[in-house]
């Protein structure tokens, strides 16, 4: 089987180098200035794109890393990726903590360090499958708003010189709570701009990262599974590199209150079923359409050691909160397009008061600890705060699909 890196650049990209490439080379200069010899903090920094970030980072030789994650497991393939990778840096600073970033240990981590002069935040509930019912939304709204507020108090007391949070395309024009957490979150780190520099990124879906659909791909095979994909939702992709490198980017060269994406163009964008047949090619198979989850297993199930035909099934969308097409930047939003070769900026971020986003937090929170608060009433108090938000119940989460 061909690496994931080279079928992600010859059917997914189709580039057989980073787009952002130019951007890294002319900013070489600025970014060794920067980096070097700088002390760095990664929260959320074993999942998929902050593992990327930390490889475009090291490049530039910071003096300390250290790196949060929930993932025990995720930070010790880290550092054994790291650490296994030839001509890699690792600065002698270096430190992993299997810890929540809402914590009061890393709290009393963090005071000890007395701040950082980097910080990147990529812990987040990334997924639209996160959103099923009353419980899973209250988890997911805690982790992407309120508890990042929290890391916001106590980056205030230490003020990094750059500081990065992860945002998400689904953030414009949101139709599903993940997005319009994140658009909640823009906001609110927004407000911080006045104490230090603040910038984040919206981008596209990361080309086989952990737990998005192409990465199943892999586990459903190796399991004799089948694959099952919608046929109707277009995405936009980059490669693990490239999601690294514009996180990046926006972190260290971006301005205060800048959020940055990729100029990518509409026919670029790629449907999950188109992926999981290239995929089955490459691996030498046909695939066999089937017309229910239940005829594909049974294919599965009964497939014989040689055949070179793999079952398949492809649907629909009609689940809560799939979006038909992406966007990066919404009416209204100043867009500088002339910067970079490759990244496009939302500048001048115009944001809420601190006042107003602090009242509605304080809102949220006592909406979400409420006994008998129900899904739709957490939508209300997200649609008061976000006029745009056009949520669609449609009673159907992706737990219920293969």
């Known amino acids: 089987m061909m690496l994931i890196t080279q079928f992600i650049a010859e059917h997914i990209t189709h580039r057989q180098q980073s787009m952002f490439l130019h951007d ?13 010899g700088s002390s760095v903090l990664v929260i959320g920094g074993a999942g998929s794109i902050g593992s990327s970030y930390i490889r475009a980072l090291l490049r530039y030789k910071p003096r300390k890393l250290v790196v ?8 010790t393939e880290l550092t054994r990726d790291l650490r296994s990778t030839y001509g890699m840096y690792v600065p002698d600073e270096y430190r992993t903590y299997p810890v929540n970033y809402a914590d009061a240990v890393f709290e009393q981590l963090f005071a000890s360090e007395k701040g950082f002069d980097i910080v990147a935040n990529f812990s987040a509930h990334k997924h639209v499958r996160s959103e099923k019912d009353v419980y899973s939304v209250r988890a997911l709204l805690e982790n992407n708003v309120l508890k990042a507020r929290r890391l916001m108090e106590l980056l205030a007391a230490f003020p990094p010189r750059h500081f ?11 139709v599903n709570i993940m997005g319009c957490s994140k658009k909640v979150m823009e906001e609110m780190i927004m407000t911080y701009a006045s104490h230090f520099k603040v910038s984040t990124a919206r981008f596209a879906n990361v080309a086989f990262s952990n737990g998005s659909l192409p990465a199943g791909f892999m586990e459903r095979v190796m399991k004799r599974q089948p694959l099952s994909a919608p046929e109707d939702v277009r995405r936009y992709f980059v490669s693990p590199e490239e999601s690294g490198q514009i996180c990046l980017l926006a972190n260290i060269l971006g301005n205060s209150r800048e959020i940055f994406f990729p100029k990518l163009a509409e026919e670029q964008m ?3 079923s188109t992926i999981a047949d290239t995929f089955l090619a490459s691996l030498g198979y046909m695939p066999y359409r089937c017309d229910s989850e239940e005829e594909a297993k049974r294919f599965a199930a009964e497939m014989k050691t040689d055949t070179k035909t793999y079952p398949v099934y492809y649907f629909r969308s009609d689940t809560t909160g799939e979006k038909d097409f992406e966007e990066f930047y919404v009416q209204g939003e100043q867009v500088d397009m002339n910067r970079f070769e490759a990244l496009g900026v939302i500048t001048n971020y115009h944001c809420k008061s601190r006042e107003a986003v602090d009242a509605y937090l304080t809102s949220l929170a006592d909406t979400l600890s409420c006994p008998d608060v129900t899904k739709v009433d957490i939508v209300a108090s997200l649609r008061s705060f976000v006029p745009n938000f056009e949520h669609e119940e449609k009673g159907k989460n992706l737990d219920r699909k293969m």
Not at 24 to 36: F, H, P, R, T, V
Not at 164 to 174: E, G, I, L, Y
Request: hydrophobic share 40%.
């Open 24 to 36: 890294m080379e002319a900013s070489d200069e600025i970014l060794n200035g920067e980096i070097g």
């Open 68 to 75: 949060v994650d929930i993932s025990e497991n995720g930070l």
């Open 164 to 174: 990065f949070c992860v945002s998400t395309d689904k953030a414009a024009n949101p």
């Open 270 to 272: 790629m449907t999950f």
